[in-house]
C-alpha cells in the first residue's frame, strides 16, 4: 500500500485505525454548504503478494452522524433521509483497484445505505505515515441513488465525501 513499497511475500489485511480515521461530508442545505461528519467502525484493506490492495471493506456508526445542529442530526437519522434506527451501518466494499499514471488509485465499489445499494468510486492517494499508511480519499454520492428524497432547494443532490484513513499493517 505504500508507494514504492518492497513486495509481500503474502497477502496480507491492513486494519484500518477507528480511531484515527476521519470521514467528513459536504452537501448543501437551502443553497449554503454544511459540513459534517461521522466515525469509522472498522475497516480494512487486503493487499496481495506484491502489495497491491484486492478488496476493501469500511463500515460506518450513522449515530454518530454531527454536522453541529442538533435538530438537523436528529432528522438526518430520520427513516425519510438515512432510516438509521433500522439501518445504523453504513458499509462501503470494493473488490476492483485501478492505479492510475500519477501513482492514485481508483477503487471501484458498492456504498450500501438505508437498505439500499449503489456503486460508489473512490479516488485515493496512499502516502508513508509513522506506524502504516494514511490514505487520502474522495468521493461523490448523488443522494437519490440511495433513495433519500427531498427537493434540491431543500437538501443537494451531491454529497461530497472525504476520508483520511490510517491503515495499520498486520502484524509480522
Known sequence: MTPGARPRSRTATWAVSDSRTQVRFTVRNLGLPVRGSVALSCGEVEVDADGVPVRARAEFDLGTLDTGITRR?????????????????MVW??????????????????????????????????????GGTMVRAAAVLDRLAVGIRAPRAMIGRVVRIEIDAWLVPPPT
Not at 442530526?73 to 438515512?82: A, C, I, K, T, W
Not at 492514485?104 to 456503486?119: D, H, Y
Open 93 to 130: 466494499t470494493c473488490d476492483r483497484f485501478t492505479r492510475l499514471g500519477d501513482g492514485s488509485w481508483l477503487a471501484a465499489g458498492r456504498l450500501s445505505v438505508r437498505g439500499t445499494a449503489t456503486p460508489l468510486e473512490v479516488a485515493a492517494v496512499a502516502e508513508g505515515a509513522d
Open 73 to 89: 442530526d436528529l432528522d438526518l437519522r430520520h427513516p425519510r433521509f438515512l432510516a438509521v434506527d433500522r439501518q445504523p451501518v
